[in-house]
């Protein structure tokens, strides 16, 4: 019997989980869900999670999926509007205006796909569960990376990146009656390259001007004389240390609620802010859900 015959009328909750880019490879999951006869009756996501899976509820993932793979290193850098001592290096808001203007916003409780998009809050530490008011808006708060976007402010509590507390999101499916409950796990094992090779393909898709026009704006909250090396060190060593603190909260988070079926991202499948990569990362979603499924039903 065929996997599609097999997976017909199954339904799904589906998790999307934190990590930057490497978040594009949520599409290719989802795609390899459509074509494989999954039925996806909620999700909960959280940072690029949330994006891409409200995005999804909201029926206008293929529009998505065109922008970013048309988008380059300095369309980014463009859409980066600086805040000035608000808690983070950019406002956050070019990108969201970006996006209303591409899918159009849109009240959470109106979507055909149930939707939670995960936040922290910074005051209680405490996971914010976003499932009413403006899908934007909740998206919003959910992509609050420390450091590098503004925290945002929500009824009596500052948000951040739901990421800092619970990466992979499985706990508002709790509630779910579906078949599956399918997680996407952006912190996986760590794959395997060639240093060489890496560094000679990132100098060659334009790494360096995007970087430089981040560096800029953290150049200039130091005093220091060798401010340019240190300052851009600091956030390398930021980026490096979230992604980490993530990886372990979700392998604890994932121990505890297995789910049905893990799809596992390499945590360096790419940079944090490589959107460029949009085809590379979606294809790599594709196959990773394609061998997690095969996986599973080896072991079934």
């Known amino acids: 019997m065929s996997k599609k ?12 989980g934190s990590g930057g880019a490497r978040g594009l490879a949520h599409i290719g999951v989802i795609k390899w869900l459509e074509e494989n006869n999954y039925e996806v ?27 970013m793979c048309s988008i380059t290193k300095m369309d980014m850098a463009n859409l980066l509007d600086i805040s000035w001592g608000n808690g983070g290096i950019f406002k956050g808001d070019k990108v969201i205006d970006t996006l209303k203007d591409l899918i159009g916003d849109k009240q959470i409780k109106n979507l055909p796909i149930p939707f939670t998009a995960v936040a922290a809050d910074i005051i209680t530490q405490k996971e914010v569960w976003i499932n009413k008011g403006s899908l934007f808006d909740a998206i919003r708060a959910s992509i609050s990376l420390p450091l590098f976007f503004t925290p945002v402010k929500h009824k009596d509590k500052l948000l951040i990146d739901g990421g800092v507390l619970n990466p992979v999101p499985i706990a508002p499916t709790f509630d779910d009656h579906t078949d599956l409950t399918i997680a996407v796990n952006l912190g996986g094992p760590l794959l395997i390259r060639n240093e060489k090779e890496t560094n000679t393909k990132g100098k060659k898709e334009g790494w360096g001007k995007f970087q430089e026009s981040i560096k800029k ?39 505890t609620y297995p789910p049905d079926v893990e799809i596992k991202i390499a945590r360096n499948a790419c940079g944090t802010l490589d959107f460029d990569r949009a085809t590379h990362m979606i294809e790599l979603g594709f196959n990773k859900a394609k061998e997690a499924f095969d996986q599973n039903h080896k072991e079934v």
């Open 5 to 16: 015959a097999e997976s017909k009328n199954q339904t799904v909750s589906l998790v999307l």
């Open 41 to 67: 009756k909620s999700i909960a996501g959280c940072s690029i999670g949330a994006m891409i899976g409200g995005v999804y509820a909201a029926g206008k993932l293929d529009e998505l999926e065109e922008w």
């Open 217 to 255: 704006f953290i150049d200039k909250y130091s005093d220091s004389d060798n401010s340019k090396e240190k300052d851009w060190g600091m956030y390398k060593v930021a980026d490096r240390a979230f992604d980490t603190m993530q990886s372990s909260i979700a392998r604890m988070k994932i121990a």
